[in-house]
């Protein structure tokens, strides 16, 4: 029976690594993804990704255990995040999961909702802006895609040791949202509420957008004992975590 709940994650950052967090999401995927209206991914689901082609875990098995979710009626949306923008097609066809654009207007209980990443809104960290720039763009995703295997985890493995290094060095508000930015894409796209990942800080924030009462929920990352889901059902918000037990 459905609960006509949609739920909302992002920020797994799954790596082979990490087994126990892979465990986790196919725990959620069984159970209580399968009760939910939709899913939505919102990025960053892998910690890295180098291209559909690679078939090394945890990609196989995240792929087959959200096919059976897909396989029975709940569909699954997935947003890029910054690690895993490379994902395409090729594993959408293989999970059953529909890829979304990197911003997007969604309807929730007669609502619009805006959806990103939320690395756009992080717009005072102006190196990351143009690195951004740099790696979503096709002709460079292109090439990239065309390099052998091997030289596209040899590439992987730097960047993240670049990125280590690089947020160890940021000051904590450069790497937040800017808020001023929030305001202006959300009134961009016409919406008083907004969900979005990526910077590690799980809340619900009240604001007001030119007088009105809006919302900001942003997704909390995953740790490999708990994660964390944002339920949106006829009651409200409300960001819940998700543990094994
Ligand atoms: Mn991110």
Redesign the pocket.
Known sequence: MRDQATLFIS?LHLDPRRPAMTGLLLKFLEQPAREAEALYIL??LFEAWIGDDDDAEPGPTVAAALRTLTGVGVPVYFLH???DFLLGERFAAASGVQLLPESVVIELAGEPVLLL???TLCIDDREYQAFRAQVRHPAWQAQILALPLAQRRALAGQLRETSRQVAQQKATDIIDVNLAEVDRVMLAHGVQRLIH??THRPAIHDLRLEGQPAQRAVLGDWQEQQGSVLRCDASGWRLEPFTDA
Do not use: I, L, M, S
């Open positions: 920020d990025g960053d995040g910054n690690r990443h939320g690395d990942g990526h």
